[in-house]
T-cell receptor, first 113, second 112 residues
Framework: DGGITQSPKYLFRKEGQNVTLSCEQN?????MYWYRQDPGQGLRLIYY???????QKGDIAEGYSVSREKKESFPLTVTSAQKNPTAFYLC????????????FGPGTRLTVT | EDKVVQSPLSLVVHEGDTVTLNCSYE??????LLWYKQEKKAPTFLFML????IEKKSGRLSSILDKKELFSILNITATQTGDSAVYLC????????????FGKGTLLTVNP
């Protein structure tokens, strides 16, 4: 089955720790995205990558970092510099760098205390 | 700054009712508008609208885009409890670097 997987589903961390969220896709999509969703809010773009070894900041990149070493994988690191890291994180992908339907992974709910 | 505004933010109806969800946008270089349904997890794709005035339909759901007035509506007829979800509107915009901007969503609750 083709799709996007994110792990883990739930993640708990202490304040001051960096944490990495996994995102893998087997759809052969070029473009991948990370969004953050807070209660009552829409999706806000953190980072995106349209090709391997290249990525751009989205609207709320501060306190986050990414890498794109393989086409299938786009991990997101939430660093200790992110002031309010507790949120629902969604990974998405679409083919090409144009205007396409975006497919979403199941999400990771991160809680930092 | 690109903006996508959805209304209402929440809506409670009874099974069998018809609902209309609204999405207006102000973006630079509009490309297309997408509707998603989100039930506590990953958003699932409903429609992509690029041309004005052409209705897209899937079962009891339909959507239409008005590019002159910069809005779209999502209609759900004969609602069922399984339609309860957050409905998200998103707009692709931009020149060489396309960007997808989401609205805050409309929380629809369908009571039996």
């Amino acid at each position: 089955d083709g799709g996007i997987t994110q792990s883990p589903k739930y993640l708990f961390r202490k304040e001051g720790q960096n944490v990495t969220l996994s995102c893998e896709q087997n759809l052969n999509h070029d473009a991948m995205y990370w969004y953050r969703q807070d209660p009552g809010q829409g999706l806000r773009l953190i980072y995106y990558s349209q090709i391997v070894n290249d990525f751009q900041k989205g609207d709320i990149a501060e306190g986050y970092s990414v890498s794109r070493e393989k086409k299938e994988s786009f991990p997101l690191t939430v660093t200790s510099a992110q002031k309010n890291p507790t949120a629902f994180y969604l990974c998405a992908s679409n083919r090409g760098s144009g205007v396409y339907e975006q497919y979403f992974g199941p999400g990771t709910r991160l809680t930092v205390t | 700054e690109d903006k996508v505004v959805q209304s209402p933010l929440s809506l409670v109806v009874h099974e069998g009712d018809t609902v209309t969800l609204n999405c207006s946008y102000e973006v630079t270089n509009f490309r297309s508008l997408l509707w998603y349904k989100q039930e506590k997890k990953a958003p699932t794709f409903l429609f992509m609208l690029t041309s004005s005035g052409i209705e897209k339909k899937s079962g009891r759901l339909s959507s239409i885009l008005d590019k002159k007035e910069l809005f779209s509506i999502l209609n759900i007829t004969a609602t069922q409890t399984g339609d309860s979800a957050v409905y998200l509107c998103a707009v692709w915009s931009g020149g060489s670097n396309y960007k997808l901007t989401f609205g805050k969503g409309t929380l629809l609750t369908v009571n039996p």
